[in-house]
T-cell receptor
């Protein structure tokens, strides 16, 4: 199994550009989420989804959009990139109704100049 | 809301030293508790977990015990190795069962 696959691994954007970070999982997990990791701040939840067609905001949703048209995919869209969005982004997935932890992708390092 | 507090790093130890990384939490009900490890340049990997009070999670020589009375889940290892150098995150998954709440992470550096 591939687990959680994120693309691209690295990206440089100019301020104002838009882009989509891709996330796909092949474990038939209902729950998927996006986190950003900034130095000294741990991981903060951006958006999450509890199933296809259902999404909700996390702690830091501003400037990001998500959709969940299939169980497997959960793309994260940056509408108009800003330097404050320079970060490492992680996608994670899990079964529902379980006390287990999430499986994480390897991350996307985004720099906005 | 739920929150996790863990000791700030970096923690610098010599090889074979004893490790403790403190973690305390605030949550309603009975959350599940986790330790994740992040090696340089990689994503997060689940290190161990505990799902109810007094459970002890263990893996790769690391241990942590779910202490509901003190709302703590401290990570310990009896003898660290250079290969244990990484960032360690304490996290919880609340009764709602949806999301993980993370602590700020603790960087561990082990010197030969």
């Amino acid at each position: 199994n591939a687990g959680v696959t994120q693309t691209p691994k690295f990206q440089v954007l100019k301020t104002g550009q838009s882009m989509t970070l891709q996330c796909a999982q092949d474990m038939n997990h209902e729950y998927m989420s996006w986190y950003r990791q900034d130095p000294g701040m741990g991981l903060r939840l951006i958006h999450y989804s509890v199933g296809a067609g259902i999404t909700d905001q996390g702690e830091v949703p501003n400037g990001y959009n998500v959709s969940r048209s299939t169980t497997e995919d959960f793309p994260l869209r940056l509408l108009s990139a800003a330097p404050s969005q320079t970060s490492v982004y992680f996608c994670a997935s899990s079964y529902s109704n379980t006390p287990d932890g999430y499986t994480f992708g390897s991350g996307t390092r985004l720099t906005v100049v | 809301g739920d929150s996790v507090t863990q000791m700030e790093g970096p923690v610098t130890l010599s090889e074979e030293a004893f490790l403790t990384i403190n973690c305390t939490y605030t949550a309603t009900g009975y959350p599940s508790l986790f330790w994740y490890v992040q090696y340089p340049g990689e994503g997060l990997q689940l290190l161990l977990k505990a799902t109810k009070a007094d459970d002890k999670g263990s893996n790769k020589g690391f241990e942590a015990t779910y202490r509901k009375e003190t709302t703590s889940f401290h990570l310990e290892k009896g003898s660290v190795q250079v290969s244990d150098s990484a960032v360690y995150f304490c996290a919880l998954r609340g009764d709602a069962g949806n999301m993980l709440t993370f602590g700020g992470g603790t960087r561990l550096m082990v010197k030969p």
